[in-house]
T-cell receptor
Framework: GAGVSQTPSNKVTEKGKYVELRCDPI?????LYWYRQSLGQGPEFLIY????????DSGLPNDRFFAVRPEGSVSTLKIQRTERGDSAVYLC?????????????FGPGTRLTVL | AQSVTQLDSHVSVSEGTPVLLRCNYS??????LFWYVQHPNKGLQLLLK??????LVKGINGFEAEFKKSETSFHLTKPSAHMSDAAEYFC?????????????FGRGTSLIVHP
């Protein structure tokens, strides 16, 4: 079956602009996670959804970052007034549950470059 | 708070020789532990996971890891390296410290396999 998909695969923008990154999870997966991976680092948790609600957004770095999942499937990560430090690969993952044992399935990521 | 330390940023082996990727963790609760692999230009893929059952966990592609609570370690091993094993490997810890299971990734270990 189809895995997790993310669009666009690459996004180049200018400092100060607004961007949206999209994630399509595996069908039927109720949990959806967003991570940010900087060069040479492991993925860093941003936010996760259980269904339509953000269950934990403790990883969002500041109020420029926001994410939604209005129908409990597709999610959009929104970044306002982008800064050069936002440049990274943004990863999305989905799982069938949110217990500590559930496997997360990752998408290929969106590489964001802020000039 | 949970944390994970991957003790080597790079590991270099010859094809056919054993692989050892080291991981130490810190957790106040009974953690779940994972190893993920990231091949170039591909999404993260689960290799194996420990979820408080058997302490020796077998994963895909001949990899295995042993949970040692007394040493707070979860090292990844493989008896014989293959060229296709060259990739970035991430050790992950997840517990309920923050009220929800939020995974914490290590910085990654790059496995280099020489012919």
């Amino acid at each position: 079956g189809a895995g997790v998909s993310q669009t666009p695969s690459n996004k180049v923008t200018e400092k100060g602009k607004y961007v949206e990154l999209r994630c399509d999870p595996i069908s039927g997966h109720t949990a959806l996670y967003w991570y940010r991976q900087s060069l040479g680092q492991g993925p860093e948790f941003l936010i996760y959804f259980q269904g339509t609600g953000a269950a934990d957004d403790s990883g969002l770095p500041n109020d420029r970052f926001f994410a939604v999942r209005p129908e409990g499937s597709v999610s959009t990560l929104k970044i306002q007034r982008t800064e050069r430090g936002d440049s990274a690969v943004y990863l999305c993952a989905s799982s069938s549950g949110t217990s500590g044992t559930d496997t997360q399935y990752f998408g290929p990521g969106t590489r964001l470059t802020v000039l | 708070a949970q944390s994970v330390t991957q003790l080597d940023s790079h590991v270099s082996v010859s094809e056919g020789t054993p692989v050892l990727l080291r991981c130490n963790y810190s957790s106040s609760y009974s953690p779940s532990l994972f190893w993920y692999v990231q091949h170039p230009n591909k999404g993260l893929q689960l290799l194996l996971k420990y979820t408080s059952a058997a302490t020796l966990v077998k994963g895909i592609n001949g990899f295995e890891a042993e949970f040692k609570k007394s040493e707070t370690s979860f090292h990844l091993t493989k008896p014989s390296a293959h060229m296709s094993d060259a990739a970035e490997y991430f050790c992950v810890v997840s517990d309920l410290a923050g009220g929800s299971y939020i995974p914490t990734f290590g910085r990654g270990t790059s496995l280099i396999v020489h012919p």
